[in-house]
């Protein structure tokens, strides 16, 4: 069964960083692309950063490009969203997602996927 879990999330002064893990099981990550998103209350879902499956495309949303970076262990099945400088504006639920041969286009949203997390929830406030 294929199945990913986020853990990670918390509260965190404004500037402070946190590191999100994506825990994977039932497939190998080298066969699926992942993608981070987020949710803010009475917002619509945005694509943060993805990976494609080869790993060799990493893309990121122009509110986070230069602060975030993905990053996976296929050894592991795990994939990380490393976010620094935050800012209360990154305060969201994070999800990661996993489609099979998944690519990583420039716009994240455009790539659908089929298997999501249950979120774990960023909250950026002094």
């Known amino acids: 069964q294929l199945q990913l879990v986020e853990s990670g999330g918390g509260l965190v002064q404004p500037g402070g960083s946190l590191r999100l893990s994506c825990a994977t099981s039932?497939?190998?990550?080298?066969?699926?692309?992942v993608g981070w998103f987020r949710q803010a209350p009475g917002k619509e879902r945005e694509g943060v950063s993805c990976?494609?499956?080869?790993?060799?495309?990493?893309n990121y949303a122009d509110s986070v490009k230069g602060r975030f970076t993905i990053s996976r262990d296929i050894a592991k099945n795990m994939v990380y969203l490393q976010m620094n400088s935050l800012r209360p504006e990154d305060t969201a639920v994070y999800y990661c997602?996993?489609?099979?041969?998944?690519?990583?286009?420039?716009?994240?949203?455009?790539?659908?996927?089929?298997?999501w997390g249950q979120g774990t929830q960023v909250t950026v406030s002094s």
């Open positions: 990976i494609s499956s080869s790993g060799a495309s990493r």
């Open positions: 039932g497939f190998g990550l080298d066969s699926y692309g």
């Open positions: 997602a996993a489609e099979y041969l998944g690519g990583c286009p420039r716009s994240i949203n455009r790539q659908p996927y089929a298997y």
